[in-house]
C-alpha cells in the first residue's frame, strides 16, 4: 500500500494496474480497479455524467491529485482484481454511505450498472444495445441516437467501462470505423501515421484544434468530427477524445430560477445534464445548489440533497 501523486506518473515510465483508493477531506473513501490507474484516475476528474456519488464528491472537494495504490495487480488477472476489489470494499465499508462513494460491494469490476437504481439503462435495454452493437447493421451514431445518448455514452458501453458484463468480451464492436468513412475508404485525406499524430496531439491537449487543423492544412471541423469520433473512430478509444471545458458565463435571473425548479427535481435530470442545458460548468451547478452562488432569500440549502 502506497499513496502516489497523480502529476508525478507517467505511463511512458510504468503503468499502474490494480486496486486504488482515493480519500476525500471528509475522510470517505472511494475504492475501484483499473488496467491503466493514471488514466482512470484522469476520468474521474473529467467524467461527470452519471450522476454517481463519487462525482458528486469531486464536484464539491475538487479534482483528485493523489490516490492510495491498495494493491498492484497484473493487468491480465482482472478477477483477482475484482475479488480483491470487493475484500478492500468490505474493510473500509466503503459502499455503506456513512464511510465512502461506492454504490456496490464490487467486483463487477464495473462504476455502474443497470441493477443500481441511478443506472439509465435497464438490463433489457443494454442487452438490445449489445445486440444493435454485435449485429453491425447501424453506425455507433445511429445506436446512440437510438437510445437518445451521446456517442461518448455509447462508446464507454461498447468498451465495458459502464455497464460491464463479466460474460462479455469488450470492446463488443471491434473494428467499427469500416461502417463509418476511415482511412479505408478510398476518399480518406489522412493516412494512419498522420491519424496517430493527432490522436496524440488531441489527447496532449497542448495545441487548440485550430491549431491542429493548421498544422495538417483541414478544416477544423475535420479535427472536432475525429475528437468526437464522428470519422476515423476506433474501437479501443473513448470518445471525445478531448473533454470540452465549459467557460464560466454570468446567468440571467430568469436562468437561475429555471436551474433551481431543475434542482428541485431531485431524481429528473442530472447536475451535469442541467449544466449542459445552460452551458455552464457543472461546479457552477453545484455552487448554486449549495447558495454558493446567486444565492436566493426564501430558498433552503442545498436545494438537492446528496444521494
Known amino acids: ?30 475504492i475501484g480497479i483499473s488496467n491503466n490507474i493514471r488514466r482512470r484516475m484522469n476520468e474521474h476528474n473529467v467524467d461527470f455524467r452519471n450522476n454517481l456519488p463519487i462525482e458528486s464528491a469531486i464536484q464539491k472537494y475538487g479534482k483528485i491529485n493523489n490516490f492510495i495504490l491498495l494493491e498492484e495487480i497484473e493487468a ?6 475484482r475479488e480483491r476489489e470487493k475484500y ?10 456513512e464511510f465512502g462513494y461506492n454504490v456496490s460491494e464490487g467486483g463487477d469490476g464495473a462504476e455502474i450498472g443497470s441493477k443500481n437504481p441511478q443506472a439509465k439503462f435497464t ?34 458501453i461498447n468498451n465495458g467501462k459502464t455497464y460491464f458484463h463479466s460474460s462479455e468480451i469488450y470492446p463488443i464492436r471491434n473494428g467499427f470505423q469500416k461502417i463509418k468513412k476511415g482511412i479505408e475508404n478510398h476518399n480518406s485525406k489522412f493516412d494512419e501515421a498522420i491519424l496517430n ?10 495545441l487548440t484544434m ?7 492544412n483541414v478544416a477544423e471541423s475535420a479535427i472536432h468530427n475525429i475528437n468526437n469520433g464522428t470519422t476515423y473512430i476506433r474501437e479501443n478509444e473513448t470518445y471525445p477524445l478531448r473533454k470540452s471545458k465549459t467557460g464560466s458565463k454570468k446567468l ?8 433551481i425548479e431543475q434542482l428541485r427535481k431531485e431524481s429528473k435530470k442530472s447536475m451535469c445534464k442541467i449544466a449542459e442545458d445552460f452551458n455552464v460548468s457543472a461546479k457552477t451547478i453545484s455552487a448554486i445548489n449549495c447558495g454558493t452562488i446567486y444565492k436566493q432569500k426564501n430558498e433552503n440549502y442545498p436545494i438537492r440533497k446528496k444521494q
Not at 502506497?2 to 476525500?24: N, P, R
Not at 485550430?210 to 495538417?216: G, H, T, V
Request: proline share 1%; charged share 30%; with cysteine.
Open 1 to 30: 500500500m502506497k499513496e502516489l501523486k497523480l502529476q508525478e506518473l507517467s505511463d511512458k515510465e510504468h503503468i499502474y494496474s490494480g486496486v486504488y483508493m482515493i480519500i476525500f477531506p471528509n475522510n470517505k473513501r472511494y
Open 76 to 81: 491480465e488477472n482482472r478477477q483477482l482484481m
Open 88 to 97: 478492500w470494499i468490505a474493510k473500509y465499508h466503503s459502499n455503506n454511505k
Open 123 to 156: 438490463e433489457e435495454q443494454i442487452q438490445q444495445i449489445y445486440k444493435d452493437l454485435k449485429d453491425c447493421k447501424e453506425t455507433m451514431t445511429d445506436i446512440a441516437r437510438k437510445y437518445n445518448i451521446d456517442l461518448s455514452s455509447l462508446s464507454y
Open 197 to 206: 499524430k493527432i490522436f496524440s496531439l488531441l489527447k496532449e491537449n497542448n
Open 210 to 216: 485550430k491549431a491542429i487543423a493548421n498544422e495538417f
Open 252 to 259: 440571467s435571473e430568469s436562468q437561475v430560477q429555471l436551474i
